[in-house]
T-cell receptor, first 118, second 113 residues
Framework: AQSVTQLGSHVSVSEGALVLLRCNYS??????LFWYVQYPNQGLQLLLK??????LVKGINGFEAEFKKSETSFHLTKPSAHMSDAAEYFC????????????????FGKGTHLIIQP | DTGVSQDPRHKITKRGQNVTFRCDPI?????LYWYRQTLGQGPEFLTY????????KSRLLSDRFSAERPKGSFSTLEIQRTEQGDSAMYLC???????????FGPGTRLTVL
């Protein structure tokens, strides 16, 4: 079984400040980890993903995330927030294809609404 | 690459009516997924197909829900005897293979009156 916890349903930062969105996961098998962004009335867009290898993953729009196995975390950061970053952010997990079994659906957290203050 | 498309984008129906949604995945993507997203929540997995075979169904998928992907291309999701609790955004996604990035469509917003 898998689960994702996103701490903070709403996060507010000033424009130009550091963005930190927290994600912790629970998985009985090695996971793949994802961050998606959703703008109002739109579908989800992939920001970045971790599969194997380097634990610091860089994504689009200046975002990056670090996989920490010992902390079961995959926090999303951006050094300097921009007004256009205001959106809903979702952390998600799926079983690695090499973990056996057939399950393939993503398990999402409840999301964090990022607010950018001018 | 035209992306994942869904039709309709919005559907308003009365309780008890049947509704059907369509999803066209990215061409050459073998896997197609359906998710449901309610207000203030993350998407919840419903079911997925590899080509035309439906390989997994969530417990969320009650007997009133049925999904098909008859020729391994587009998919339909039908809800029979709709209930107010079915009001949600229904998202479709596709990927090339297991573990690959899932690309999402814009969703179909269902409102059951």
């Amino acid at each position: 079984a898998q689960s994702v916890t996103q701490l903070g349903s709403h996060v507010s930062v000033s424009e130009g400040a550091l963005v930190l969105l927290r994600c912790n996961y629970s998985s009985s098998v090695p996971p793949y980890l994802f961050w998606y962004v959703q703008y109002p009335n739109q579908g989800l867009q992939l920001l970045l993903k971790y599969t194997t290898g380097a634990t610091l993953v860089k994504g689009i729009n200046g975002f990056e995330a670090e996989f920490k196995k010992s902390e079961t975390s995959f926090h999303l950061t951006k050094p300097s927030a921009h007004m256009s970053d205001a959106a809903e952010y979702f952390c998600a997990v799926s079983p690695s294809p090499y973990s056996g079994g057939g399950a393939d659906g993503l398990t999402f957290g409840k999301g964090t609404h990022l607010i950018i203050q001018p | 690459d035209t992306g994942v498309s869904q039709d309709p984008r919005h559907k308003i129906t009365k309780r008890g009516q049947n509704v059907t949604f369509r999803c066209d995945p990215i061409s050459e993507h073998n896997r197609l997924y359906w998710y449901r997203q309610t207000l203030g929540q993350g998407p919840e997995f419903l079911t997925y197909f590899q080509n035309e075979a439906q390989l997994e169904k969530s417990r969320l998928l009650s007997d009133r829900f049925s999904a098909e992907r008859p020729k391994g291309s587009f998919s339909t999701l039908e809800i029979q005897r709709t209930e107010q609790g079915d009001s949600a955004m229904y998202l479709c996604a596709s990927s090339q293979t297991r573990g690959d990035t899932q690309y999402f469509g814009p969703g179909t917003r269902l409102t059951v009156l």
